[in-house]
């Protein structure tokens, strides 16, 4: 399919039309990086001067002859590489949990509930691994809009203790810190990735802690979190800047050293974005799937659910917790962050068994 494709612009392509299964389609489909999803075409999107020059749906088979666009492609199809995880093994060939562990006392959804008792929160931790989260991720802090920061000595106390009794039971655990000290005692302590909101810029000595561990990493696009949901600057384009942001970090941290292997994108929900930028971001979610790395979904309780359901407060939104992890699932995502773990293992164990009767049935 010719296309006049202006040098200077930023190219883009978002998988879409996806197939329920490869079988006597070949060449028609291509397969999402290595997972369960086939998809038969892409939106090709161009970018000058800020705004969209081109937008147009292109067959697989059809994707004009354009390096540019062939790199993007290879980098959307090409299975994500596992995640060594202590003595477990991540792979990305379906969606994975993170199941999430508070131990603070604020946190808009379960602060509170395990501050103060490492015993308890880490046996919390412990059952959801058990329930079918592949790791959990442990946090000190807030990150919601308003909170008070933590001083970092006060962050370890809270967390250490728990990754400690997690590490020695197997359990895969990874921290949620923005604090160099905090990522460092957290490693120490046994925790095997790092997810940071701020995406190792929060701390000048973020990055060089991680790049020194070469653990894996989390890198999140959080806006402007002190605005929250609904409170963000918004932007013209979120999926194009944000995407465009996000591919910038992953090159700069990649250059200090840090193997794109062990990298995961996170678009940041609800994190200083307005109720439209974080529609535009989940509706096009595949989108990130051009950037090479696996991508992490944190929707679970948000914002955002409470909006389109008259307000329901955080502890009443399972079921819009449910419908983006699924949202998540069906576009790809390969890791979910969420607080139900049994309800969403569930869920997708009903969304794997369509997709494999999918595959397999005639």
Known sequence: MPLDLPTDATLYLRPVQFADSPVDRDGQVARLAGGLLWFSAYELI???GGRRIVQATIPVADLPDDARLHAIAARITAPRPPLQLGERTLRFDQPQLMGILNITPDSFSDGGRHVGDAEAAAAAGVDMAAQGAAMIDVGGESTRPGAAEVWEGDEIKRVVPVIERLARSGTPVSIDTRKAAVMQAALAAGAHLVNDVSA???????????????CPVVLMHAGDPKQGADGGRG??????EIYDWLERRIDAVVAAGIDRARIIADPG?????ALADNLALLNG??????????????ASRKRIIGALSNEAPANDRLGGSLALALKGAELGAQLLRVHDVPETVQALRIWRGLRDAALTGR
Not at 235 to 240: A, E, H
Not at 285 to 298: N, Q, T
């Open 269 to 273: 929900i609800g994190f200083g974005k």
């Open 200 to 214: 190792l810029l929060w701390d000048d000595r973020a990055l060089d802690v991680v790049a020194r561990a070469q």
């Open 235 to 240: 932007y013209r384009d979120p999926l194009i």
């Open 46 to 48: 161009a970018v000058a």
């Open 285 to 298: 979610l595949a989108l990130f799937h051009g950037l090479g790395v696996p991508i992490l979904l944190g």
